[in-house]
């Protein structure tokens, strides 16, 4: 069964940096390809970014810049690292697990229960 454990949310000021992990077990991490969703009060689930089993990435453009995602196999865990956080960068954020070769974005897969964010003064 796969289990997902999102980690590292907190209250930061504008500016400041954040990282989040997402730590897997039940699955052979490497088969699967992993993506960071967040979703803010009111508002719809957006995607932020997606790195492939080969560690291809692609981000959202409102993060793109300011955002980095990364896997570590060998801990099945995956990063986001947030800098120059902005206030509407305050969401919950939740990892996502799918197999497959490529971007895996559809949020078919598998959920962890999110971490929250929240970039205030």
């Known amino acids: 069964q796969v289990q997902l454990v999102e980690s590292g949310g907190g209250l930061v000021q504008p500016g400041g940096s954040l990282r989040l992990s997402c730590a897997a077990s039940?699955?052979?991490?490497?088969?699967?390809?992993m993506t960071w969703f967040r979703q803010a009060p009111g508002k719809q689930r957006e995607l932020v970014a997606a790195?492939?089993?080969?560690?291809?990435?692609k981000y959202a453009e409102a993060v793109k810049g300011r955002f980095t995602t990364s896997r570590d196999n060998a801990k099945n865990t995956v990063y986001l690292q947030m800098n120059d956080l902005k206030p509407e960068d305050t969401a919950i954020y939740y990892c996502?697990?799918?197999?497959?070769?490529?971007?895996?974005?559809?949020?078919?897969?598998?959920w962890g229960k999110g971490t929250r964010v929240t970039v205030s003064s």
């Open positions: 996502n697990a799918k197999q497959g070769l490529g971007f895996q974005t559809t949020g078919m897969g598998s």
């Open positions: 039940g699955i052979i991490f490497s088969f699967y390809a």
């Open positions: 790195i492939t089993t080969g560690g291809s990435t």
